[in-house]
């Protein structure tokens, strides 16, 4: 729901000499968004997500331009031993050949997914940086170069309303997942490790549903969001 300064960050990790910056790029990709040119050391990426697509591959990144840090990185792989198979490989390097149009794709239906729901009597907030009325908004324009496809809000009323729009939608799949073709409905607060008090205190209220809009006919992503707010 917020979004970190990450040149802001680096210059300050860089006065204090031996710390080093670590970014998970996950939601952005490096479509949209590359930290190592902002100042990241290590940029780490769930390959799971929007860099495979399919929705078939456990697997994830960790990506350096410091050669003293890719040294013991590639070090440590090699003794924990926890090292993709080929055809997971072979899975991933497919859904790259695709990730321009994807990216491009989740980001465009992102938006206009995240404008209708602003203006949807149903829904409380939207917390979209593609959205103006974000506070974060010129940020975001500053470092990436899009806003991806994740779109999280509140729905009016509780876990009862979150309740009933989970029980109706048809286009959208109920999965705690992200960055796939198929557009995705979470409800964090439901799966959510964290006690009440904590977990409110990082917006995630009982309310808080978090799409992650693919690249699915715009239309018909609408249609079924519109229906299932209708009928809450």
Same mark, same amino acid.
Do not use: W
């Given at each position: *729901?917020?979004? @970190?300064? #990450?040149?802001?960050?680096? =210059?300050?990790?860089? %006065?204090?000499?031996?710390?080093? *910056?670590?970014?998970?790029?996950?939601?952005?990709?490096?479509?949209?968004?590359? &930290?190592?040119?902002?100042?990241?050391?290590?940029?780490?990426?769930?390959?799971?997500?929007?860099?495979?697509?399919?929705?078939?591959?456990?697997?994830?990144?960790?990506?350096?331009?410091?050669?003293?840090?890719?040294?013991?990185?590639? =070090?440590?792989?090699?003794? #924990?031993?926890?090292?993709? $198979?080929?055809?997971?490989?072979?899975?991933?390097?497919?859904?790259?050949?695709?990730?321009?149009?994807?990216?491009? %794709?989740?980001?465009?239906? /992102?938006?206009? +997914?995240?404008?209708?729901?602003?203006?949807? &009597?149903?829904?409380?907030? +939207?917390?979209?940086?593609?959205?103006?009325?974000? &506070?974060?908004?010129?940020?975001?324009?500053?470092?990436? %170069?899009?806003? $991806?496809?994740?779109?999280?809000?509140?729905?009016?009323? /509780?876990?009862?309303?979150? %309740?009933?729009?989970?029980?109706? #939608?048809? @286009?959208?799949?109920?999965?705690?997942?992200?960055?796939?073709?198929?557009?995705? @409905?979470?409800?964090?607060?439901?799966?959510?490790? *964290?006690?009440?008090?904590?977990?409110?205190?990082?917006? #995630?209220?009982?309310?808080?549903?978090?799409?992650?809009? /693919?690249?699915?006919?715009?239309?018909?992503?609408?249609?079924?969001?519109?229906?299932?707010?209708?009928?809450?």
């Amino acid at each position: *729901m917020k979004i @970190v300064d #990450i040149a802001a960050i680096a =210059e300050i990790v860089k %006065r204090h000499g031996k710390a080093f *910056m670590v970014v998970d790029n996950t939601f952005m990709s490096p479509y949209f968004q590359n &930290p190592l040119l902002l100042g990241a050391d290590i940029v780490m990426h769930s390959l799971t997500k929007y860099m495979n697509g399919h929705s078939d591959v456990l697997m994830g990144a960790a990506v350096t331009n410091r050669e003293d840090l890719y040294k013991k990185l590639k =070090e440590t792989s090699k003794s #924990i031993g926890s090292l993709p $198979s080929p055809m997971d490989c072979f899975l991933c390097l497919r859904g790259l050949k695709t990730l321009h149009l994807r990216m491009e %794709r989740h980001n465009e239906n /992102g938006m206009k +997914v995240a404008e209708f729901l602003e203006k949807h &009597p149903k829904v409380e907030k +939207v917390f979209y940086p593609g959205l103006k009325s974000h &506070p974060q908004h010129d940020l975001a324009k500053r470092q990436s %170069r899009g806003f $991806s496809g994740l779109v999280p809000f509140r729905i009016k009323g /509780g876990l009862k309303e979150v %309740r009933i729009f989970t029980s109706r #939608i048809k @286009v959208f799949t109920l999965a705690g997942s992200l960055g796939n073709v198929e557009s995705l @409905v979470d409800v964090t607060a439901v799966r959510s490790t *964290m006690n009440k008090e904590t977990r409110e205190s990082l917006g #995630i209220t009982d309310n808080f549903i978090r799409l992650s809009v /693919g690249v699915e006919d715009i239309n018909d992503l609408i249609a079924d969001l519109d229906q299932a707010l209708l009928g809450c």
